[in-house]
């Protein structure tokens, strides 16, 4: 390495050997529309990082992830994280790049129930429940009495919040209740615009229905490895916010988003 020159490290991620590349790049393209295509199946990431296929004989479904070296500080004792990285990466944080690489690399194992092996060999497998939220985001808009009409066969507790005097199609919630405390949030409002819409005409005028798990305990979602009944809880309550999103997907239009800006496929969710 000249003087100068930024130290690089490697990453791997480890996926199902029947994952078709072409899901990984379609993927990598919703939170990175820029991400280029090589010849030989090397995904540009940008930032001088590239996710790299592993054509070896035994390499189907590995990808290394090649990134700039980058750490900070490590995470404070006793301080935890659902990505794992304070266990991974106990002398510095990775930061800038690496970190926003290693997020890409973990967003995909999550989504594509796999695993991420750092430069180190510690292993991370995200649990794929962990991200529970989603959103459809529609040209179109439900007055508040017309959403509460539509959730009632298939959430009879669901609760319409107060309407502010001034709201007619956005601006308002849905408060679904959950056991133990917890509910489910159904928040529609103006949309983010997803980065993975945002080649469509109409996402400027759309509209979000989000929904939002509220856990009792706003610590939970810090958790790596969840409990037995803690996965099984995600696991339904993700089946539940899934059935709504499905059910406003199918009737107002649109497309599903999940937490960290991949789309879902509603098939998926039925």
Do not use: C, K
Not at 247 to 257: K, S
């Amino acid at each position: 390495m000249s003087p100068g020159e930024q130290p690089r490290t490697r990453h791997r991620l480890q996926l199902p050997r029947d994952t078709s590349p072409a899901d990984v790049l379609s993927m990598v393209r919703n939170v990175r529309p820029g991400a280029m295509l090589g010849e030989d199946g090397t995904i540009d990431l940008g930032d001088g990082t590239f996710l790299e296929p592993d054509h070896s004989p035994r390499g189907a479904g590995r990808w290394s992830i090649d990134t700039p070296w980058d750490r900070e500080v490590p995470l404070p004792e006793g301080m935890v994280d659902s990505h794992g990285y304070g266990r991974a990466f106990p002398e510095g944080m990775p930061f800038g790049v690496e970190r926003q690489a290693l997020d890409l690399a973990w967003s995909l194992g999550r989504r594509l129930y796999g695993a991420v092996v750092t430069d180190a060999g510690v292993r991370l497998e995200p649990h794929p429940f962990q991200v529970r939220d989603l959103t459809v985001v529609s040209p179109h808009a439900l007055a508040p009495e017309s959403l509460a009409q539509l959730l009632a066969p298939l959430e009879p507790d669901a609760q319409l919040d107060e309407v502010p005097e001034d709201v007619v199609r956005s601006g308002y919630s849905v408060t679904i209740p959950l056991p133990e405390a917890e509910e489910i949030a159904l928040r529609v409002g103006r949309s983010s615009r997803p980065t993975a819409l945002s080649a469509l005409d109409w996402v400027e005028d759309a509209v979000d229905y989000e929904l939002v798990h509220l856990t009792a305990d706003p610590e939970e979602d810090a958790i790596e490895v969840p409990s037995s009944e803690t996965s099984e809880r995600w696991q339904h309550v993700y089946q539940r916010i899934g059935r709504i999103a499905g059910l406003l997907a199918e009737t107002v239009g649109g497309y599903v988003v999940d937490l960290e800006g991949f789309l879902v496929d509603p098939s998926d969710l039925a």
